[in-house]
């Protein structure tokens, strides 16, 4: 079946731009994961959707960082007025509820996004 | 906050040589664990992952991880690595209440023929 895809798979944008990343997971799965990973730096949880709860934002960077899920499927990563150190790949995941944490992610490709 | 330390940001084997790649996670509950691996050019894919039970896991690719509770560890093994084993190795915990997961920086592991 169908992995997570998300796009574009490059982005190139200025400094001072806004820019939108998608990510649209596997049939069924409820759960959905945004994380950065940077050069070096492995990957950094940035916001969680689980069904219709709320979001968990609280590894969000800034306030110019924003994520919303449509629907309970297709999520939306933006990122406003874009800085250079925003540069990174935005891996997404999505996951199965599972009892006590017993979850395996999905990864997407990534979206790799370079701020100039 | 639960955090996880790989310690080794870059290895370099030989074929044939055997693998152990270090993780520790700092966390005040129940937790669940987990390796990543990512080789070039693909995604992140589960390598293996331990709940409960026998602390020592076999995952795939002749990869086993064990679990000591005491060292609040989780290392990755393998006795023999293949050229085909060059990847980023990620270790990843999370807890029983808690849904997300944390990662360790990885560890970028070269294998020469």
């Known amino acids: 079946g169908a992995g997570v895809s998300q796009s574009p798979s490059n982005k190139v944008t200025e400094k001072g731009k806004d820019v939108e990343l998608r990510c649209d997971p596997i049939?069924?799965?409820?759960?959905l994961y945004w994380y950065r990973q940077s050069l070096g730096q492995g990957l950094e949880f940035l916001i969680y959707f689980q069904g219709n709860s709320a979001p968990d934002k609280s590894g969000l960077p800034s306030d110019r960082f924003s994520a919303e899920r449509t629907g309970g499927s297709v999520s939306t990563l933006t990122i406003q007025r874009t800085q250079q150190e925003d540069s990174a790949v935005y891996l997404c995941?999505?996951?199965?509820?599972?009892?006590?944490?017993?979850?395996?992610?999905?990864f997407g490709p990534g979206t790799r996004l370079t701020v100039t | 906050a639960q955090s996880v330390s790989q310690h080794n940001h870059h290895v370099i084997l030989s074929e044939a040589a055997s693998l152990e790649l270090g993780c520790n996670y700092s966390?005040?509950?129940?937790?669940?664990l987990f390796w990543y691996v990512q080789y070039p050019g693909q995604h992140l894919q589960l390598l293996l992952k331990y709940f409960s039970g026998d602390p020592l896991v076999k995952g795939i690719k002749g990869f086993e991880a064990e679990f000591i509770k005491s060292k609040f560890s989780f290392n990755l093994r393998k006795p023999s690595v293949q050229w085909s084993d060059t990847a980023e190795y990620f270790c990843?915990?999370?807890?029983?209440?808690?849904?997300?997961?944390?990662f360790g920086a990885g560890t970028r592991l070269t294998v020469k023929p």
């Open positions: 966390y005040g509950g129940t937790v669940n």
């Open positions: 995941a999505s996951s199965t509820p599972a009892e006590r944490g017993r979850y395996e992610q999905y």
């Open positions: 990843a915990v999370n807890g029983y209440n808690n849904n997300d997961m944390r």
């Open positions: 049939s069924g799965h409820t759960a």
